[in-house]
């Protein structure tokens, strides 16, 4: 493989910002001093995949107590991103509609 672009560092880690989607990269290293360089590495590839919406969430239950009532579900499919959160929405009955958003601990704030 021919490679466009050569990126010069003393780091020993590299980050490709804003990658494109569906494109495979494909990345080796040569080190240099002043006597030369070495030959290259063996090449590593990775791909971007395009991250689709999640699948809604299923197997909503409900149980009352006299403490509150608890609403579980099953984690659903990611579509190749990982969920970051899960927005609540509740209906108060009286038609008001009620946003609770769930933080990455699992707490929930009304927002």
């Known amino acids: 493989m021919d490679f466009p672009e050569t990126v010069f560092t003393n780091d020993l880690t590299f980050t490709l910002y804003s990658p494109e989607d569906?494109?495979?990269y494909?990345?080796?290293l040569v080190a240099c001093?002043?006597?030369g360089k070495s030959p290259?590495?063996?090449c590593i590839s990775i791909k971007r995949s395009i991250c689709e919406t999640p699948t809604v969430p299923e197997c909503i239950t409900s149980e009352l107590?006299?403490?509150g009532i608890r609403v579980d579900w099953y984690k659903t499919s990611?579509?190749?991103c990982p969920i970051d959160k899960y927005n609540i929405y509740v209906d108060n009955s009286d038609g008001f509609p009620v946003l609770y958003d769930e933080?990455?601990?699992g707490r929930l704030a009304n927002i």
């Open 40 to 42: 290259k590495s063996d």
């Open 65 to 67: 107590s006299n403490c």
């Open 26 to 28: 494909e990345f080796c």
């Open 103 to 105: 933080d990455s601990c």
């Open 78 to 80: 990611d579509g190749g």
């Open 22 to 24: 569906d494109t495979e």
């Open 33 to 35: 001093n002043e006597c």
